[in-house]
């Protein structure tokens, strides 16, 4: 295993990345295309336009989209400026010990992640060419894995490959469907049932979550930038830009074919657009970009799962991705990519007052934080606050959103019981300047 690391290179699982290996901006930018700019991206845009309208929900994907590139942006700077990966960054936000609740919750969803795409893959393979979705489903984790295992590289190179061919590939099929139907369609789209029209709170929180996991770990990505500006550049290919583009695909296709009950998880989708031409060869197009696609927002799930598993056990990054993954070919096995949008709203209680907290510490309230104290119980209390308030607008308001009233519940909570703490540091620095 030694000299697979050597060979692979260090991932820096329980250390600061050195700034001799920090990687350029095209090379972490290229790593975050390729995680968002995904078919997943494009089915959550069909979801948005189908429940709510294309204009609306174009509106849901603007704003929700704004509102990411701000909050992982802010996180990575935080991962790019320390060299941390989230974990560490944790252990100086909810102590040397509580820092595994939190790492530990991220790092289990995100494989839930792997889980749920690598079932999609086996699902859509199975649907449009019949083969056995049990044994597409094991291969297609396998393959993830292996992209997984060469590490920050591995990333690099599949968003190098699947991006231009979302690119190409999205945008042939959104311009296709718009133009056989005519823009002018495509914008008046209403929805399929405009009388029961989706909350535009509910459309940011689906927006928001759909990467929010993802966005609270980010330093596990920016930590390898060589500085603020280089991360957040690479911020910025994601969201808004890629995340937008693949929504908008899926988004333009589902107004401009106006299914009556579309199906983003079967067939009413870009892959099933381009296998519905019946054409061999764009078949085996399709075929190919799916694995490519899919394997990259797999290939980063995992990734960060098993640097946050890794940093917990002790070990290295790369025998943890095994196990995962083995664990979470053995969950989409299960089907459990059936279970897509009630994990999204899971997301939206238990992982924005995270984010938050870790924003509100080490940017206002203690901006030189070191990993010291075992546990910091101020940073729990917030968390729960900020939960419990997300649970209470999504049982009893729904129709706001879920992920921006956890968010601002819980900073604000850890702001408010941080203040003697945050006077005490301004008035410390005022003194010293003095």
């Known amino acids: 295993m030694e000299n697979v690391e050597h060979a692979l290179g260090d991932e820096y699982e329980h250390k600061s990345v050195p700034l001799q290996a920090r990687r350029s901006t095209f090379s972490v930018s290229m790593v975050w295309l390729g995680f968002p700019m995904i078919i997943t991206g494009a089915m959550t845009g069909s ?14 994907m603007i704003i929700g989209n704004a509102l990411m590139f701000a909050y992982v942006g802010a ?17 100086a936000v909810f102590g040397k010990k509580g820092y595994v609740l939190a790492s530990g919750l991220l790092s289990s969803l995100l494989l839930g992640w792997y889980a749920v795409q690598t079932g999609i893959t086996g699902n859509l393979i199975h649907t449009a060419f019949n083969l056995n979705y049990l044994t597409v489903t094991v291969l297609a984790g396998a393959l993830y894995l292996g992209i997984t295992f060469v590490g920050i590289k591995g990333l690099h190179w599949i ?17 296709d469907a718009a133009a056989a139907a005519g823009w002018s369609k495509v914008l008046a789209y209403s929805g399929t049932k405009p009388d029961l029209s989706m909350p535009f709170g509910v459309a940011l929180t689906i927006v928001i979550t759909l990467f929010v996991d993802a966005g609270t770990v980010t330093a596990d990505f920016n930590r390898w930038s060589k500085d603020s500006k280089s991360s957040l550049i690479a911020t910025f290919c994601a969201f808004p830009f890629a995340n937008l583009l693949a929504m908008l695909v899926g988004g333009v296709m589902t107004a ?10 079967g067939l009413d989708n870009m892959f099933g ?23 990259s927002v797999c290939a980063h799930c995992l990734y960060n799962s098993a640097v946050g598993w ?34 999204l709203s899971v997301l939206g209680i238990l992982v924005p007052p995270i984010g938050a907290i870790v924003l509100a510490d080490l940017f206002f309230v203690r901006p030189g934080a070191v990993i010291d104290a075992n546990w910091r119980p101020r940073a729990f209390i917030a968390w729960i606050v900020g939960s419990l308030v997300a649970y209470a607008v999504e049982t009893f308001a729904p129709q706001f959103s879920t992920a921006i009233s956890a968010f601002f519940a819980g900073g604000i909570c850890y702001f408010l019981l941080s203040t003697g703490v945050a006077k005490e540091r301004v008035a410390a ?6």
């Open 273 to 295: 657009y381009m296998v519905a031409q019946n054409k061999p060869w764009l078949s085996v197009i399709a075929f190919v970009f799916l694995f490519a696609n899919l394997g």
């Open 75 to 91: 996180n990575g700077v935080l991962g790019t400026t320390r060299g941390y990966n989230f974990a560490l960054i944790a252990s």
């Open 159 to 175: 968003g190098v490959v699947s991006v231009p061919l979302f690119v190409v590939l999205g945008g042939w099929v959104a311009l």
């Open 310 to 343: 890794s940093r917990i056990g002790g070990g290295r990054m790369r025998l943890f991705a095994v196990g995962l993954a083995i664990v979470g070919i053995l969950i989409a096995a299960a089907n459990v990519w059936a279970l897509f949008i009630p994990w």
């Open 47 to 60: 979801i948005l336009v189908a429940g709510m309208g294309f204009q609306s929900a174009l509106w849901a």
């Open 429 to 434: 620095v005022y003194t010293a300047r003095s």
């Open 256 to 265: 401009a074919l106006a299914v009556p009950e579309p199906q983003p998880f």
